[in-house]
């Protein structure tokens, strides 16, 4: 183990509180937010789409403020929405998403 791994394992995860007094705010950081879309998707997948909507929702919004379309990861946003909601039998709402994609 490195120092700085050891010095981690001493300190223990930065609470948010703590991120954002050191200029990080990890509500808005794009990888966590990938995560977070990534666990939507995967409840999705089972079918538990009240627990899945409000997840890919959120991480989307944040995504389309922080990297927007452009990026890989608010294009997947999108499609785990758009994927949701098909499988949802919701195809409206499928649709919008699928219009952003093709946009």
Do not use: I
Request: aromatic fraction near 6%.
């Amino acid at each position: 183990m490195t120092d700085d791994e050891r010095r981690r394992d001493e300190q223990g995860p930065v609470a948010p509180d703590e991120a954002k007094t050191l200029g990080v705010d990890p509500e808005g950081d794009p990888n966590r937010l990938e995560s977070t879309s990534l666990l939507g998707y995967a409840l999705a997948k089972q079918e538990r789409f009240d627990e899945a909507e409000p997840l890919l929702l959120e991480t989307h919004s944040k995504l389309m403020e922080t990297v927007g379309l452009d990026d890989r990861r608010g294009r997947q946003s999108a499609q785990y929405l758009a994927e949701m909601y098909e499988a949802w039998c919701q195809p409206e709402k499928a649709a919008e998403f699928r219009m952003l994609l093709e946009g």
